[in-house]
């Protein structure tokens, strides 16, 4: 029998999960199907198809599905519908668009079949004699797709919609004019670390560390009101601004108008985290590349360039320094012979029991069904 981890709902109670879980090739194998494939990832922007008539190829979480990632494509059709398929031929599975494009079909370069942009194949040389065919399976596969604030997202079969994932979000922050975030390419960059994914996501889900890892950022947030406020796929931490420190100047239509918020820190389970300071948004997501490898896609838009290096937005690189060497130091303690699990802080880490509960509600979908007292808490059955 495999380890059948799982963390008790009551965080007063919980025991985190065992260091064994950031090693386990099983937990690994597992994390595809039924964590990623189930949850909904960041495409990036729809600039390229942005018109009808366009297509443009994108993939899906480079790195973890193959090399390269899932190839998808974006496809607008020539009434402005915009779908998600597959960027894969359906007869050998030769890869269709290589580049962003306009077109009124889409072609497979190996054997010339075709497709109108709705993914429907429309023509196929040589097959007069094949019987059954075509068929449905012949058609490109369309995933499940949706978009915000400019950016696409895609779940290869999820759990919830892309509306619920968000929703929290989305409704906090409806005062923001999004559309006039704009990507800042200088300001982006990607981070490899040394260490399994998870580990990156759970520290990132606490403020309890910043004033022992982040001597800087503890001068611009207020530690003592930071909090954490948990929903069904997603959460917030809600930084408060210390004294004289850059704030949020926000809008009476803002349920947190007349505190001074600082940062307002979103994760979307299980790896997309949504930073929004003052001059915009820090978008950052997580890839895992192999069991002990990660890699963190730091992506910026921004609202109001004054002020990009004031309070919890500024210094970001410096903020991510500290936090890499932390998890990297806590990729080599969780190897430890010596070390098996910990318990949580009930007042600071209900951000990160949050996060394990759903990772392994979603390894375990079996748990679910048990009830709390036979299930061993990061037992193993
Ligand atoms: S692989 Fe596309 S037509 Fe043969
Ligand atoms: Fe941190």
Known sequence: MTARYAVDPDVT???????RFYHDETVWQLTGERVFARSWQ???SLDDVSEAGSLAPCDLLPG???????????????????????NVCTHRGNLLVKTPCRADQIRCGYHSRRFDLAGRMTFMPE????????????????????????????????????EEFLAPMRS?????????????????????????????????????????????????????????????????????????????????GSPDFGTRIAAYYWWVFPN?????????????????????RTR?????????????????????????????????????GTHSRLYDRGRYSPAREQGTHHFHRLLT???????????AGAMMEAGES
């Not at 109670?13 to 260091?19: E, I, K, N, S």
């Not at 004054?306 to 936090?323: I, P, Y």
């Not at 509600?361 to 009830?371: D, H, K, R, V």
Request: proline share 6%; aromatic share 14%; net charge negative.
């Open 13 to 19: 109670l919980a025991h985190t999960l065992p260091g």
């Open 42 to 44: 960041w495409l990036g």
């Open 64 to 86: 973890f599905f193959g090399e390269a990632g899932e190839p998808l494509l974006l496809s607008r059709d020539k009434s402005g519908v915009l779908r998600c398929l597959s």
């Open 127 to 162: 097959f007069g004699a094949a019987r059954n065919f075509p068929s449905p399976a012949d058609h490109l596969p369309q995933i499940p797709f949706g978009e915000w604030a400019g950016q696409g997202y895609a779940s290869l079969n999820p759990a919830a919609s892309l």
């Open 172 to 252: 906090r922050l409806s005062w923001l004019p999004l559309e006039k975030f704009v990507a800042n390419s200088t300001r982006s960059r990607d981070y490899d670390i040394h260490a399994n994914w998870a580990l990156y996501v759970e520290n990132y889900l606490e403020g309890f560390h910043i004033p022992f890892v982040h001597a800087g950022l503890n001068q611009a947030v207020d530690y003592g009101s930071y909090r954490s406020e948990l929903h069904r796929y997603a959460n917030l931490q809600l930084a408060e601004a210390r004294d004289g420190e850059m704030a949020f100047d926000l809008p009476p």
């Open 272 to 292: 997309l985290m949504f930073n929004f300071y003052p001059w915009g948004l820090s978008l950052n997501v997580v890839l895992p590349q192999a069991i002990d």
């Open 296 to 332: 963190v896609l730091f992506r910026s838009f921004v609202w109001d360039e004054s002020k990009l290096d004031a309070g919890a937005g500024a210094a970001l690189h410096q903020v991510e320094m500290e936090d890499e060497a932390i998890v990297e130091a806590v990729q080599r």
């Open 361 to 371: 509600e979603f390894l375990y979908p079996a748990n679910g069904a048990l009830s």
